[in-house]
């Protein structure tokens, strides 16, 4: 009897083993399976915590949430977003300190804990109660949650966390007390962060000239939020002796209309790029936005629907007021991180450069308010902003069906632009009939909430936005000489620089391929080349394979 059974575990687990699936290997995204989350300082009140939990494969995937004093488990069944709310203690309220407050989230095998499961995409959405004390409505209290302070953000997988970083916050201060912040997280024991600030600040009394480095030590799902009450910590420096996750914005942060929060998780400055597309945004109250672009490098020119707008050094920005709702092309000639933002109700979204563009995303849109609010009637809408190639357009899905033939398409040199309607608590899966395309995609919203109290009636104006997704490929440094470039392969395969001849500096792509038949490749010495999605790096080439200058032919 003892022999039979130990027979029947055996072929238990060998049967169990055969259900894993092999993932293909993928070009480096923001889907992965271990993320290193956060949720930083939101506005007055208990905060409403959610991840939003995306999985594309087929089988249902297991997934582990755990900090310090904390642990759960959800399953997402196969092709969904699953919500899933986060303890309100796990907000981050220690400013300019270190506390225990960093998120895990790790996707496993659901046989094997210690081995990986299907790759997941992890989106964050932090909601408070922001209504004033002095006109506190009946059932909203400071420990209540009401649609009133809300940001989102898309969360980068570990596996494309790097060392350094510059941080992007909000573009204004609400009142003396409110500002902007940069959070760091540890993904490892004993690290050490390095932060230079353009500001002056504080840390345990002791006053730190802006541009003087500090070191902050990190444990792992340690965090460290760095807040100043007046100032903007925008082009703020943050290098590590190992990968951290960095987190910037504001508390609550004004653009010109409603203040909100705003957060977003920041890109390694490996990862940026030169090429973007801003397509306007559907606003609740007047027409336009706000884009900064923020630079690493001394020296980096910014040209706007082709004039130069600026010259930055490294750590500058330039803030470009779009007074339209049309879209712009922006370049710059080196590596740039841009970010764009609602000016009616304060929300960012960080603009992924071309060469980062992904080909599916799967994502959901939040509900107007969150679980559990004393307010539950908040209204709004949602919207989904598509860049992609022009003569791409048509192939587009939104849950495997045409987008609807009101769709509108404006051309932007060579890519066409349009912004669709969707619907709150939603599950949204965007992809193209052809695999090899890619596309940008960002989601945001405006939610309205109205407070009654007697006469007196109050109305609360609340925005979010993030990028769907991206491609986070260690884009290659940009290259002076490009003699050994055709003038036809140069303006098939990247985009023309109007004044290129003049001292611009182009970053090649192995990426790029023209859609039209011309493929272009750079030498390997140049760069070290991405990983295509299914490919495995040759190991006979650091970081990548061998890649021989081609030049394709005409357009066919």
Known sequence: MVTMRRVFILLFVVAASSLRADFPVRAPDNKGTDFFVAFPLNFSGTPALTLMIANEAAIDV?????????????????????????????????????????????SVDAFDSTKEGAPIAVYALSQTCNAPASRMPPGCRPTDSLTGSAGAYVALPADVLSTEYRAATGLGVFSSAIGTQVTVVGTEENTTVTITAP??????????????????????LQ???????????????????????????NQNGSTGGQPDHIVEQMVPVNAWGNDFVVAPIVAR?????????LAHQDGTDVEIDGAIKATLNAGQFHLHNQTTSSAISLRTSKPALVVQFNKSDASAMLVPPVNQFSRDYLFKTPGAAPPNSPFPNATGSNHLNIVVK???????????????????????????????GIDSGTIYKLEHQEPTVRFGAWVYGHFITTIKMGFFIQQRFEGYGYAAGQLLNNLPLCADDH???????????????????????????????????????????????????????DPAVPGGRSIVLEDAGPPQ
């Open 199 to 220: 500001v002056d600040v504080t840390i345990s009394f002791v006053k730190i000239p802006a541009g003087t480095p500090f070191q902050v030590p990190l444990n792992e």
């Open 390 to 420: 022009n003569g791409d357009e048509a192939g587009l899905l939104l849950n495997n069906a045409q987008l609807p033939a009101t769709t509108e398409w404006t051309l932007v040199e060579d890519y066409r632009y349009a912004r669709v």
């Open 223 to 249: 965090a460290f939020l760095l807040q100043v009450t007046s100032g903007d910590l925008t082009g703020t420096l943050v290098t590590a002796d190992k990968p951290v996750a960095v987190f910037s914005g």
């Open 62 to 106: 297991k997934v582990e949430l755990s900090a310090p004093g904390f642990f759960s488990e959800v399953n997402v069944a196969g092709s969904s977003v699953l919500s899933v709310p986060i303890v309100p203690q796990l907000q981050i309220t220690a400013v300019n300190a270190v506390s225990d407050k960093g998120v895990r989230v790790r």
């Open 285 to 293: 109250n007047g027409a336009g936005y706000l884009v900064r672009v």
């Open 483 to 537: 003699a050994h470039l055709s003038a036809q392969a140069q303006s098939r395969a990247y985009r023309g620089l109007a004044n290129h001849g003049q001292g611009w500096r182009r970053c090649l792509d192995p990426h790029r391929e023209d859609q039209r038949g011309a493929a272009v490749r750079v030498p390997a010495e140049l760069l070290r080349p991405p990983v295509e999605d299914g490919e495995l790096p």
